[in-house]
Nanobody, 116 residues
Framework: QVQLVESGGGLVQAGGSLRLSCASS????????LGWYRQAPGKQRELVAV???????NYANSVKGRFTISRDNAKNTVALQMNSLKPEDTAVYYC??????????WGKGTLVTVAA
């Protein structure tokens, strides 16, 4: 298992930017896939973006072209740069790590609120 701690959430106006960061308690060299998910009030948790150990990225259609996921192996962190934010991006954002044979670990989440 791995402990994940998110930071960087907050209140921003529509059209603005935020950068989320997730710190891992273990080396991310050992983590197959790192990702960001979000859950808006009354909705199910959904995938936002993932990045594999080889650097391959996948994004939800709703954030393509606006969000960028990156990983820093030296700092054991994964970041989500969010630009052109919309009110519908408002949600609690969770960091996720998938380790082969050990399943998924989740952070406690960070709240992003986008005001219209």
């Amino acid at each position: 298992q791995v402990q994940l701690v998110e930071s960087g959430g907050g209140l921003v106006q529509a059209g603005g930017s935020l950068r989320l960061s997730c710190a891992s308690s273990r080396s991310i060299f050992t983590i197959n896939t790192l990702g960001w998910y979000r859950q808006a009030p009354g909705k199910q948790r959904e995938l936002v973006a993932v990045i594999t150990s080889s650097g391959r990225r996948n994004y939800a259609n709703s954030v393509k072209g606006r969000f960028t996921i990156s990983r820093d192996n030296a700092k054991n962190t994964v970041a989500l740069q969010m630009n052109s934010l919309k009110p519908e991006d408002t949600a609690v954002y969770y960091c996720n790590a998938e380790i082969a044979g050990k399943g998924h670990s989740w952070g406690k989440g960070t709240l992003v609120t986008v005001a219209a």
